[in-house]
């Protein structure tokens, strides 16, 4: 069973930047396609960011495309997803999530593993 555990969020100003790693439990972490999503109170559950296994491809939402980068180090089992220019807007609990053997799609139904979450807040 892959583990997936997120950190990195919290309250940032408007226009400011973080962060958020996501650890794998997983030895082989290159199989996996990894993705991120957030979810808003009262809304559902979106795609962010996701980023393919051995050929690396990667995909954003057209909200953050420009603004967040999402890598990968398969040698620390850990993806990351760099948040720049944030807004109001990407407040939200971050997610990663991962699926075995697929190419990244922006589809939360697409991804068999995902962590506990971490928040992020942007606000002045």
């Known amino acids: 069973q892959l583990q997936l555990v997120e950190s990195g969020g919290g309250l940032v100003q408007p226009g400011g930047s973080l962060r958020l790693s996501c650890a794998a439990s997983?030895?082989?972490?290159?199989?996996?396609?990894i993705g991120w999503f957030r979810q808003a109170p009262g809304k559902e559950r979106e795609g962010v960011s996701c980023?393919?296994?051995?050929?690396?491809?990667?995909n954003y939402a057209d909200s953050v495309k420009g603004r967040f980068t999402i890598s990968r180090d398969d040698a620390k089992n850990t993806v990351y997803l760099q948040m720049n220019s944030l807004k109001p807007g990407d407040a939200a609990v971050y997610y990663c999530?991962?699926?075995?053997?697929?190419?990244?799609?922006?589809?939360?139904?697409?991804?068999?593993?995902w962590g506990q979450g971490t928040q992020v807040t942007v606000s002045s």
């Open positions: 999530a991962a699926v075995l053997f697929r190419l990244c799609v922006l589809s939360p139904g697409a991804f068999d593993y």
């Open positions: 997983a030895i082989n972490l290159d199989a996996y396609a």
């Open positions: 980023i393919s296994g051995s050929s690396g491809r990667t």
